[in-house]
């Protein structure tokens, strides 16, 4: 936990600094992106703070980190669909951020507060996939996660065009975007390793080590 507060404080230092200086500069921000004082520094640091932790505590057990991963993206999900909060969040006004008290700061920065749940789902999985894709150098493994890659976008592609999920947000991180930003990573990943596995570059490299 100490390391990981350590890790994230660099973080919170460069968040508060970018809300601080784009004030005092009147640098035009746009509100409806991450909030009125929140930024993409504060969601890094949070989600190493916690994220990060439980990755700590949990280890090398990976499918119990996927399996994390999909329920906190599948909840997110369902939460923001049964309680309406898509359609609050989008047709959320500018002049109905700049409130007091702490209702107000909530409205002020919805969606850098909700999309946590998102992006935490998303750094989990990227968590659980991580001896995959050290394994990718091996032909075998590669085949078996572009299967894994096809998958995931005919998932994504079938889910948007019959209606089943809203479109892609990166302002809340649904469950769309998740999906799209792991099948979109995925490809490029495959794609650099299977350059190395089918040019014998790699094994290459392993015989002069």
Known sequence: MWNNFKKCLPLVILGVLKCFTTKMINYEVEVSEYGVHWNFFITLAI?????????????????????????????????LKRTG????????????????GLDGFVVAN??????LFGYSALFLIGTSLKDTIYGLVQKKNWKMASGCTMVF????????????????SRRLCNISYIIWMVAYNLTLILLYAGIEIFTGKYCHSKNRL
Do not use: H
């Open 47 to 79: 989600i190493q703070l916690f994220c990060g932790s439980l990755t700590c505590t949990i280890g090398n057990r990976r499918n119990l980190l996927l399996l994390i991963s999909i329920f906190i993206g599948v909840g997110y999900e369902l939460w």
């Open 110 to 115: 919805i969606e850098g507060i909700v999309s």
């Open 85 to 100: 909060m898509y359609q609050k969040i989008f047709n959320l006004q500018d002049i109905q951020r700049i409130q007091s």
């Open 153 to 168: 976008w005919a998932l994504f592609i079938f889910s948007i065009n019959e209606g089943y999920l809203i479109l892609p």
